[in-house]
């Protein structure tokens, strides 16, 4: 499995944009990288995932970098509601496993 | 569609003992998976059932085992509990086969608190 590193924390203020960075160095080149968020008392959550170009969806944007050794979860506009773990994963086909790192804790400052 | 739901949401047992922990999964999803999240270890991959066939286990204990039904609910069993084992166990069913592309939907969990 590809290692990653995430922040263990960050700080954003409410309304304003969060860039939630990863590096996944190690990742194969077919393996997808995908974001999920924990927040507080429930399980993960999918937000956004993707191969190679930048995507975007109701929830976030993702960035890729042109290497896709890292990417970057772009909130456009946090509310209290993002306060969560956001974990970036790659992964791959016939991998059936998600393996978590210890993600990025954020909270929102009203 | 109603998401993935696990029973029971809390439990308390003393060590020794063992529990079973039941997951039902979105429905026309046909793999499930468990994980454990403890605050020292994080969330841990424990094993993957598809279509009533493990394929896929983690690193923990043979004291840990699952099953999956033909409806796809699952359930797992932790035989002589040990203190360690309180955590949050999560399942999560997945829309696919296993690709790249698909998602895991995550049930609330259970915790369980062992004595």
């Known amino acids: 499995d590809a290692k990653t590193t995430q922040p263990n924390s960050m700080e954003s203020n409410e309304e304003e944009p969060v860039h939630l960075p990863c590096n996944h160095s190690?990742?194969?080149?077919?393996?997808?990288i995908h974001w999920y968020r924990q927040l507080p008392s429930q399980g993960p959550e999918y937000v956004i995932h993707?191969?190679?170009s930048n995507v975007n969806n109701r929830m976030a944007s993702l960035a890729i970098a042109e290497d896709r050794k890292s990417s970057t979860l772009i909130l456009h506009r946090a509310t209290l509601r993002d306060a969560a773990v956001y974990y970036c994963i790659p992964w791959g086909f016939g991998n059936e496993k998600l393996t978590f790192g210890t993600g990025t804790r954020l909270t929102i400052i009203p | 569609k109603a998401g993935v739901t696990q029973t029971p949401r809390y439990l308390i047992k003393t060590r020794g003992q063992q529990v079973t922990l039941s997951c039902s999964p979105i429905s026309g999803h046909r793999s499930v998976s468990w994980y454990q999240q403890t605050p020292g270890q994080g969330l841990q991959f424990l094993f993957e059932?598809?279509?009533?066939?493990?394929?896929n286990k983690g690193n923990f204990p043979g004291r840990f085992s699952g099953r999956q039904f033909s409806n796809s609910r699952s359930e797992m069993n932790v035989s002589t509990l040990e203190l360690g084992d309180s955590a949050l166990y999560l399942c999560a069913s997945l829309d696919g086969r296993g690709g790249s592309t698909d998602t895991q939907y995550f049930g609330p969990g259970t915790r369980l608190t062992v004595l």
């Open positions: 059932y598809f279509s009533e066939t493990q394929r």
């Open positions: 190690t990742i194969s080149g077919t393996d997808y």
């Open positions: 993707g191969l190679t």
